[in-house]
């Protein structure tokens, strides 16, 4: 089980990006996918995931500006990332788990997920 991020880089506060979690091994339909980040000395947080139902959740931080999808052709699982502000910066993962399943109340326990990837960074700057 192999999961890759990209899309991370440089933006200025207000604009967009777009990453992607690449899965290998898994078949991304079948698992729960969370994209969680860490910023610079503060914890982990979880910002969106996607159950094997499609249910979606999101952190309050990141409702409406954000979005995450899944793309069963590609295998990969996708956060669309608009309106960026400085404080969305960190370093975002991808984690996976085919036999938990995220409600409402703890869809963002890390814990839970198995498969994590490496990670990509997001800088938003002016």
């Known amino acids: 089980e192999q999961l890759v991020e990209s899309g991370g880089g440089l933006v200025q506060p207000g604009g967009s990006l777009r990453l992607s979690c690449e899965a290998s091994?898994?078949?991304?339909?079948?698992?729960?996918i969370t994209w969680f980040r860490q910023a610079p000395g503060k914890e982990r947080e979880g910002v969106s995931y996607?159950?094997?139902?499609?249910?979606?959740y999101y952190a309050d931080s990141v409702k409406g500006r954000y979005t995450i999808s899944r793309d069963s052709a590609e295998n990969t699982v996708y956060l669309q990332m608009t309106s960026l502000k400085p404080e969305d910066t960190g370093v975002y993962y991808c984690?996976?788990?085919?036999?938990?399943?995220?409600?409402?109340?703890?869809?963002?326990?890390?814990?839970?997920?198995?498969?994590w990837g490496q990670g990509t960074q997001v800088t938003v700057s002016s």
């Open positions: 091994g898994i078949t991304v339909d079948y698992y729960s």
């Open positions: 996607i159950g094997s139902h499609g249910q979606t």
């Open positions: 984690a996976a788990d085919a036999f938990f399943t995220g409600f409402a109340y703890n869809w963002w326990h890390a814990d839970e997920y198995n498969s």
